[in-house]
T-cell receptor, first 120, second 112 residues
């Protein structure tokens, strides 16, 4: 079974702190994603990566950055945490679903259990 | 752009009742469609999927049929159990380089 592990289940940080959320997957997946989940808003994509050292902005990248130095690890960084970044953060990974120009994200996402971050 | 709309919850049912959670989508291409489920305290996991029109995805007694003419992918189960209580997310993926677009989620609460 694919395992996606997020380093912390709960985090409490102060406004202005630099925060690192770590995610590791054990299935050699090419693609990794960071989402945040908020009541009434569902899941919103922050950043994703489809290769080592590659990153792409999602729908809400402002205030966040990411790092993918190794294939299995994808880190989300809050440069200066703010109270509006209090949320549940979900990491996910997937493999390529097709070949060549027909590559797609049809392969399922495998999610970690989430990190609930509170910024005070 | 792509979007997914699903019914607001919570949906409250008694055990053994019939379940329908509506999902409609807007997409520029011919997307693949998914239902994900999130049990309390856990991440999301794939429940079922359909990759082309008229496909039916099924798993654990849940079913959904890809209806291109109505742009819908409604989730159904004939007899729900307490253990089905969770949040259900409808999602789509365009062929190509796009990522998944999720609906806002529908909470299902099943009482004994």
């Amino acid at each position: 079974d694919v395992k996606v592990t997020q380093s912390s289940r709960y985090l409490v940080k102060r406004t202005g702190e630099k925060v690192f959320l770590e995610c590791v997957q054990d299935m050699d997946h090419e693609n990794m994603f960071w989402y945040r989940q908020d009541p009434g808003l569902g899941l919103r994509l922050i950043y994703f990566s489809y290769d080592v050292k590659m990153k792409e902005k999602g729908d809400i990248p402002e205030g966040y950055s990411v790092s993918r130095e190794k294939k299995e690890r994808f880190s989300l960084i809050l440069e200066s945490a703010s109270t509006n970044q209090t949320s549940m953060y979900l990491c996910a990974s997937s493999s390529w679903g097709g070949f060549g120009l027909q590559r797609s994200y049809n392969s399922p996402l495998h999610f970690g259990n989430g990190t609930r971050l509170t910024v005070t | 752009g792509n979007s997914v709309t699903q019914m607001e919850g919570p949906v409250t049912l008694s055990e053994e009742a019939f379940l329908t959670i509506n999902c409609t989508y807007t997409a520029t291409g011919y997307p693949s469609l998914f239902w994900y489920v999130q049990y309390p305290g856990e991440g999301l996991q794939l429940l079922l999927k359909a990759t082309k029109a008229d496909d039916k995805g099924s798993n654990k007694g849940f079913e959904a049929t890809y209806r291109k003419e109505t742009t819908s992918f409604h989730l159904e189960k004939g007899s729900v159990q307490v253990s089905d209580s969770a949040v259900y997310f409808c999602a789509l993926s365009d062929k190509g380089y796009s990522t998944l677009t999720f609906g806002k989620g529908t909470m299902l609460l099943v009482s004994p």
